[in-house]
């Protein structure tokens, strides 16, 4: 399987990568898989600095995603995926903000 593509679901815990929606879902960076899905279709979404093109693209340790927001951008690097949509405490041990935007996430997002 090719870097980057999509993956099955069983694959996501053995290489450490999952789909890029439900990543910016676990992460608390949209209030829904599907507003997740919304942002990258729409073209707000960049993956190492490549235009993210569809929702079930895969991102993994060390990707850095570039989210251009209502109230901002975000610049992140992934950490790890996500097993689940926690609090944020638990969503902010999965990515590192190297942005420095100072946006909390979550808050009046998609």
Do not use: C
Request: zero cysteines.
């Amino acid at each position: 399987m090719s870097r980057g593509g999509p993956l099955p679901p069983e694959a996501n815990a053995a290489s450490g990568r999952q789909r890029l929606d439900k990543y910016l879902w676990f992460a608390r960076m949209a209030r829904t898989r599907s507003a997740a899905a919304r942002l990258v279709a729409e073209g707000h979404v960049r993956i190492n600095g490549r235009k993210a093109d569809q929702p079930a693209k895969a991102v993994g340790p060390g990707d850095v995603i570039t989210l251009s927001l209502e109230r901002g951008v975000r610049v992140l690097r992934v950490l790890g995926p996500g097993e689940r949509r926690g609090p944020f405490e638990e969503a902010r041990l999965l990515y590192e903000d190297i942005g420095g935007g100072g946006i909390e996430p979550d808050e009046g997002g998609p």
